[in-house]
């Protein structure tokens, strides 16, 4: 009977420094996600002075005389950053979803699932040891 208590210890100190582990890699996962989020708040920022810096241009182009300014260079270049940054944005959003995800499936590992699955090699044990195999 001695075994059994010492089993049990075992499970849960394997249970409690599961948790542990669990909640140390989600909490980084967290502050990644926090770190994603600072970097769209510079990338937005960016993006609000492109868009200042397009209606300027467009302004220019307009008061200049030009038929069509989106044509012209100065607009183009601003449109291209802007879509630079936007798609800078978009991996941040993209890279937080994927963070999500992994917080997501960690979480449904849980203790209770490591602790079911411990019993079942436990029982295939006893069994081995019952036929004699």
Not at 21 to 37: A, E, P
Not at 40 to 45: E, M, R, S, V
Not at 110 to 126: I, L, V
């Amino acid at each position: 009977m001695a075994p059994e208590p010492a089993k049990k210890g075992e499970q849960m100190l394997s249970g409690i420094l599961h948790c542990v582990k669990t909640f140390i890699v989600n909490s980084y996962r967290r502050l990644l996600i926090v770190g994603h989020y600072g970097v769209i708040c510079f990338h937005q920022q960016c993006l609000r002075r492109t868009w200042r810096h397009l209606g300027r241009s467009l302004h220019q182009a307009v008061a200049a005389g030009e038929d069509n300014p989106l044509l012209s260079e100065a607009v183009q270049e601003n449109l291209n950053q802007a879509e630079v940054i936007k798609g800078a944005k978009e991996r941040h959003y993209q890279a937080i979803a994927l963070l999500r995800e992994k917080i997501k499936t960690c979480r449904q590992e849980s203790p209770a699932a490591a602790e079911a699955a411990s019993q079942t090699e436990a029982g295939k044990e006893d069994v081995e040891r019952e036929t004699g195999v």
